[in-house]
């Protein structure tokens, strides 16, 4: 996907710069504005590229190392050397200390002869599994085993989705020299779950950065996947604090045009005009995860990462929730006005109506008439148009049909492919919120493309657009290992010109 990107980002550069080549011109101030963005996009796709090649270099090793070692306890266990196998790979492991096949034959040997049994049998053999690959296995069983299998399982994966948590822990105990084989199989799984909970706060602790990783693996792959809509026509900001931002909170400009300055000539001084910009704030939202004592002995996987994926996708639609919540309750922004006001903003068609090429038209058009803070006309190109559910056949005609539905002359269609018609967007919340009103009317909007006016801004802490967990450190009381997951984030008008409001009519149906 990735490359496929990176190739079509790179046709749509070459294809800007020959153009303005075959024009012998410059480039102009939008042309370079989407060269910088494409190279972004291509940046960001390389740097996902060289992730992926390094994940899939370490699945691959860490796959070597665990066939390795199973390999070298059943070449043991071949001969019913089971317990001295183990404890030949303990040792080993516990000293950081490679074997080849000629240490690994050599010791079989030497207890076939203790045990007075042939020596001439032949044991195969290669390298061990380093932690990490191990690891990597391990966090892709327990998605696996939880029914979030990924996409591209790390190398060994499958075989480990077998094992229970308890085993998977005692798993991580032997490999980290902590316990033997046999003082394991003496544990129960009650025992177990001490010891783990016990180590998990400790920076070696192989089972907590495996549990870690799983919560987080499924955190992220569940934002991801949460069906919203705010995404398609908000613009991204980013914030470095939890302060106000009042760095900009002034537009400076004059009404003057810039003058002809004559030979010798003076520039004249230009009066300096203010106006107010909004002011950005971030504010924290959060929740708390446990993996406890009886999920645990129950081998409740499921449970424990079902509860972070629940609360991602809580994350997202609150997101929505908020945007949405801004263009349908219409309340005061940074001016003091409501953000529809068809006198002040002029950005309100207070008759409502459904969407129709009348309503359209005159939504557009009432947003190509808008000025800027002082009172210049401005390129005002809509490019969305937001509805609840119901309206998706209507739209759909309207915009795909070459001459005017209904008209007794089959009149031309002036918006027939129109841009606006691959970018309509339904979102039930419109409809949830529309009937707790006395009328049940349905508002929907057209919205600006950002490039020229933005309208709705999410801004995140240091550009983060996902949630962050992190294991916290224990609650007193509290049997079993707890996450914090919480996101930063601030939602907020960045400017009433880029969005227009027809209260709308209750969807019928």
Known sequence: MHKKEIERLSALMRSITAKAKAENRELTAEEQAKLSVYQSEIAEHEKALDEEKRQEEARQEAERM??????TLEAFKSFGFEAEGLTFVETAEREKRSYTDADVNSAVLELLKKNGSASHSKVSYSDNQPEDKYRAAAVDALLIKAGFAPEKPAEGARGL??????????????????FTAGQLRQM????????????????TSAFGAIMDSAVKKTL???????????Q??????????FKEDTDKRYAYGSGDRFERVPENGELKQSKIETKELPHRKLETYGKQVSMTRQAFINDDIGLVLQI???YAAMAKQTINEQVYDILFNNGKIFDGKVLFDATNHKNLIATGSAPSQASVQKMILQMGKQTDHFGKYIVNKPKFIITGVGYQFTLATLFGSRNVPGSSNNDLNPLFENALGK?????PYLNTLAEKTTDKACPWFMISDPTFVKSIQVDYLNGNETPTIRRNDGIPGTLGMSWDIYHDWGVFVADFRGVCRNNGVKIEG
């Open 66 to 71: 665990l066939a390795a070692r199973t390999r």
């Open 161 to 178: 989705a077998n094992m229970r948590l308890r085993d998977l822990a005692s798993d991580c105990f032997e490999r980290g020299g902590e």
């Open 188 to 203: 129960s799984g009650d025992d177990v779950f001490i010891e783990t909970v016990k180590r998990a706060y400790t920076p």
């Open 220 to 230: 992220v792959e569940a934002y991801k996947a949460v069906p919203t809509t705010f």
């Open 232 to 241: 398609l026509f908000t613009t991204k900001g980013v914030l470095t604090d």
């Open 308 to 310: 972070p994926h629940t």
């Open 423 to 427: 970018n309509l967007i339904e979102d």
